[in-house]
């Protein structure tokens, strides 16, 4: 692989930073509501922000300075006057309109009316909420941690979570949030966002744990990890399984019909039936019949094993 390889140290910060939000992306939006101490409103997106406990419930954001002043934001200024905010979490119907709201108004503008999004009143802190956000986090803040005093430092704002807003439209049955109902927006490098739709989100299997935990890449054999029919991606689905095929289970799969007709079709062409197998195998991996295609990729080693 070839690589470009660069020192933090010797890049400018502009350059430093337009490859640091390209690299971490997408990158959730803290949509945070905060009051300064005369009681005026200020409403501003963050993309350097994640949930970091639930123990107590913790959430960080971070209103960097800016790269060309180095002067602070109202948010951070705001939550030194009054340690408290509300981290609402913005959806794409409203992408727009939080994006109205990141322009850079005066200490004292309210981005509510700028940006024509609803107050709605918190409970156990004085910033209102988004009303049109889906979920609302009302917190105090905990500290502020100011990594520099240069553009671009970030300031981390550390935040326990006193209550939680969650609008009913996007619970499902058991009372959880929906991915499919939150219309996900999420921040890339420059000005480059993404939508997370329905056809985008994927399910993975949990973290196995005791005697659950995977086999590993390590333990499969050669002609598996190897295999020119399959990604890496692909490998590793088979190798999270806890367990190898029985020799009972792949005789048993060797007299199904249609592993009998790949043999059949390829009884004279060993590679085209090693192919034909990986591909199959493929196949269900695609679709999760995981065990099923470990059972076949077992078979075609032994296959392989024999030509050898």
Same mark, same amino acid.
């Given at each position: 692989?070839?690589?470009?390889?660069?020192?933090?140290?010797?890049?400018?910060?502009?350059?430093?930073?337009?490859?640091?939000?390209?690299?971490?992306?997408?990158?959730?939006?803290?949509?945070?509501?905060?009051l300064d101490k005369e009681g005026r409103n200020n409403l501003a997106p963050f993309s350097f922000f994640n949930v970091f406990g639930a123990n107590p419930p913790t959430l960080i954001f971070?209103?960097?300075?800016s790269g060309r002043t180095g002067a602070t934001k109202n948010t951070h200024d705001n939550v030194l006057e009054i340690p408290e905010c509300v981290v609402n979490i913005a959806h794409y119907?409203?992408?727009?309109?939080?994006?109205?709201?990141?322009?850079?108004?005066?200490?004292?503008?309210?981005?509510?009316?700028?940006?024509?999004?609803?107050?709605?009143?918190?409970?156990?802190?004085?910033?209102?909420?988004?009303?049109?956000?889906?979920?609302?986090?009302?917190?105090?803040?905990?500290n502020v941690i100011e990594t520099g005093q240069g553009g671009g430092a970030g300031n981390l704002i550390i935040c326990e979570v006193t209550m939680l807003h969650i609008h009913k439209h996007?619970?499902?049955?058991?009372?959880?949030?929906?991915?499919?109902?939150?219309?996900?927006?999420?921040?890339?490098?420059?000005?480059?966002?993404?939508?997370?739709?329905?056809?985008?989100?994927?399910?993975?299997?949990?973290?196995?744990?005791?005697?659950?935990?995977?086999?590993?890449?390590?333990?499969?054999?050669?002609?598996?990890?190897?295999?020119?029919?399959?990604? /890496?991606?692909? #490998?590793?689905?088979?190798? +999270?399984? &806890?367990?190898?095929?029985? *020799? @009972?289970? $792949?005789?048993? !799969?060797?007299? /199904?019909?249609? #592993?009998?007709?790949?043999? +059949?079709? &390829?009884?004279?062409?060993? *590679? @085209?039936? $090693?192919?034909? !197998?990986?591909?199959?195998?493929?196949?269900?991996?695609?679709?999760?019949?995981?065990?099923?295609?470990?059972?076949?990729?077992?078979?075609?080693?032994?296959?392989?094993?024999?030509?050898?």
């Amino acid at each position: 692989m070839s690589f470009l390889s660069l020192s933090t140290s010797e890049l400018a910060v502009p350059k430093l930073h337009e490859y640091l939000l390209s690299a971490v992306a997408p990158r959730p939006i803290a949509f945070v509501s905060t009051l300064d101490k005369e009681g005026r409103n200020n409403l501003a997106p963050f993309s350097f922000f994640n949930v970091f406990g639930a123990n107590p419930p913790t959430l960080i954001f971070s209103p960097a300075r800016s790269g060309r002043t180095g002067a602070t934001k109202n948010t951070h200024d705001n939550v030194l006057e009054i340690p408290e905010c509300v981290v609402n979490i913005a959806h794409y119907e409203i992408l727009y309109q939080m994006n109205l709201a990141a322009h850079m108004f005066a200490k004292g503008i309210d981005e509510f009316a700028k940006s024509g999004l609803t107050k709605l009143q918190s409970v156990t802190v004085r910033p209102p909420r988004v009303a049109e956000c889906f979920v609302q986090m009302e917190c105090k803040v905990k500290n502020v941690i100011e990594t520099g005093q240069g553009g671009g430092a970030g300031n981390l704002i550390i935040c326990e979570v006193t209550m939680l807003h969650i609008h009913k439209h996007v619970l499902d049955g058991e009372g959880s949030i929906d991915p499919f109902k939150m219309n996900y927006i999420a921040r890339m490098g420059k000005q480059y966002w993404c939508r997370v739709r329905a056809e985008n989100i994927i399910t993975v299997p949990p973290f196995k744990m005791g005697d659950e935990l995977g086999i590993g890449w390590d333990a499969l054999p050669t002609s598996i990890t190897r295999s020119k029919y399959l990604t /890496a991606n692909d #490998v590793a689905q088979v190798a +999270a399984l &806890h367990a190898f095929p029985t *020799q @009972e289970s $792949l005789a048993e !799969l060797r007299e /199904a019909d249609f #592993v009998k007709e790949i043999f +059949a079709t &390829h009884s004279n062409h060993p *590679q @085209e039936l $090693l192919k034909a !197998l990986h591909l199959r195998a493929k196949t269900e991996i695609e679709r999760g019949s995981l065990m099923l295609a470990f059972k076949l990729l077992m078979i075609a080693d032994k296959v392989e094993i024999n030509l050898h």
